[in-house]
């Protein structure tokens, strides 16, 4: 693993730096260190898709996940001038206020395996999203009023839309996989709950 020590100084996006760095290297990045304070900061809480964003002075509790070539995971959480601790999925919009140190552990060539139980019923469906795109919004809700188990894959910069492009050949979205066989987008998905083949 190789390792890099960055200082963001005031004013600095931290999702969109750490995406850009990503691009620079090219390696899966790992956060392992984060300290520094914000002057604003924007997270999504889980199961809702409505960011949460605050403007005040925040000290970082801990900043963690990873940037990959085909998808990211950043968490952050925060703490104000009472204590009261926050937080959530990082979204860009989350601004430095004077300083942050971020120690970054970096992998080339990573590849995840998923491990599971035999009792596992794994995921059938890939669905491949972009932010606040409403077709992707709601090809989700589609996907969670059925209970439907599936795994979603945000694009959130050139690199990931060219992978999944040359899969597909199609430049909408959302771009739906099932048993690894791509089937469309929102209409083709919503076809098939009328028919009842979901």
Partial sequence: MEHYFYNFSQ?????????????RHNHTFFLISAVGDLSRVSFK???NDKPVIFEKKLEIITLSGY?????????IS?????CSVFGGHLLSGTIVLKSLDVLIGGISD?????????KYNPA??????????????????LLDSSNIKYNSYVITNDEQYKNINNKTSISTFP???????FIG???ELSNMSLRGDL
């Avoid at 940037?67 to 968490?75: A, M, R």
């Fill in 45 to 47: 809480c889980p199961l």
């Fill in 175 to 181: 771009q739906i996989f099932i048993d690894n066989k």
């Fill in 124 to 141: 059938r469906v890939d669905i491949y999203v972009l932010p606040d795109c409403p077709w992707s919004k709601r090809a989700l809700k």
């Fill in 11 to 23: 004013g600095v996006d931290i999702y969109n730096s750490l995406i850009e760095l990503h691009r």
């Fill in 67 to 75: 940037v990959g070539s085909s998808e990211s995971h950043l968490h």
């Fill in 78 to 82: 925060v703490s104000d001038e009472n």
């Fill in 110 to 118: 990573l590849g995840k395996t998923s491990i599971s139980s035999s």
């Fill in 185 to 187: 987008g929102y209409s």
